[in-house]
């Protein structure tokens, strides 16, 4: 995510917050750095970091997911505009199945000739329904190292996708214990108070399952030796807050779930028919928009 992007991102995080708060403000949120942005509340200025939600999450290897993720989609792009340049590859549905990692930037060009060829190659072979291929009918050099099934089917609404977009869900934990511990040591500019807002995203390292609500949140490691006064965490099944001294409660003001990241990308999430088979992770955000469905009338203040 580029600078502009990322404080775009902050601000919609900080303007939901503002509304699900209810506060009032006699001015302008003042945009900075440690912290992100100040607010004037009354006579206090409060001072607000704003963070995304990292779950810490491996693929089967050890490697971090989140660098995966962000591997992933950078071949998705180049998978986009190749795609767009190879008319004969626009109608078919492609699923990478990698062994745990994407090829690196530099290798982009070569695997995505490789699997132009190798779809030529097949092409007699496919027709609407899911065809598997494994690794032993892979005879070029990137394929065989890092792919380990190749779905290949015709569809109108023909997409690139992988498993690597796919994965366990993290639900409350020590994760958001050490996010603040990791942005209590940052110096940051004079405020009376100090507030931290986690904001889950779309990527699977991202996101996090608040089943039972506020409940959740008590497997999360006590905050009270942080620097923040209070902590938000708004995942798109539920905001949440601790405060110094109270602990958690879930917010049910105004909905500023899902605000970080647009909830355009969410909407074109759902409407890929790919999330019936789910290999992205798919049918996951679906079942997490029914459980916030089933919880806006859970915990109160």
């Not at 607000?48 to 971090?64: F, H, K, M, P, R």
């Not at 779309?202 to 490691?221: H, K, N, Q, Y």
Request: net charge negative; charged share 25%.
């Amino acid at each position: 995510m580029t600078r502009p992007a990322q404080k775009e991102a902050e601000r919609r995080t900080l303007d939901g917050l503002i509304a699900g708060l209810g506060l009032r403000l006699e001015q302008e949120p003042q945009d900075g750095e440690a912290p992100d942005f100040t607010l004037k509340v009354g006579r206090q200025v409060i001072g607000i970091e704003i963070t995304l939600y990292q779950s810490g999450a491996t693929v089967d290897d050890g490697t971090q997911r989140r660098p995966v993720e962000s591997e992933w989609e950078r071949l998705k792009a180049a998978a986009d505009v190749f795609r767009g340049q190879h008319p004969d590859l626009r109608d078919v549905n492609i699923g990478l199945m990698f062994k745990n990692v994407v090829p690196p930037r530099s290798r982009h060009p070569a695997f995505l000739a490789e699997i132009a060829a190798f779809v030529r190659g097949h092409a007699a072979e496919l027709s609407s329904q899911n065809r598997e291929y494994r690794l032993p009918s892979f005879q070029s050099p990137l394929m065989q190292t890092y792919l380990c099934i190749l779905y290949l089917r015709i569809d109108r609404h023909a997409e690139w996708y992988t498993n690597l977009s796919a994965g366990f869900v993290s639900r409350p934990g020590p994760a958001i214990a050490a996010i603040a511990a990791q942005k209590s040591d940052t110096q940051y500019r004079p405020a009376d108070e100090l507030w931290l807002a986690i904001q889950c995203g779309t990527r699977i390292s991202e996101m996090m399952l608040d089943i039972m609500g506020v409940e959740d949140f008590d497997a999360v490691p006590s905050l009270e030796p942080y620097v923040f006064e209070r902590v938000f965490v708004l995942a798109y099944t539920g905001a949440y807050e601790w405060r110094r001294g109270a602990g958690w409660r879930r917010l049910i003001g105004k909905n500023i779930v899902g605000q970080g990241s647009s909830l355009n990308e969410l909407r074109t999430v759902l409407s890929d028919p790919e999330w019936l088979t789910d290999p992205d992770g798919k049918a996951i955000q679906v079942a997490m928009e029914c459980l916030r469905d089933m919880n806006k009338d859970g915990d109160k203040p």
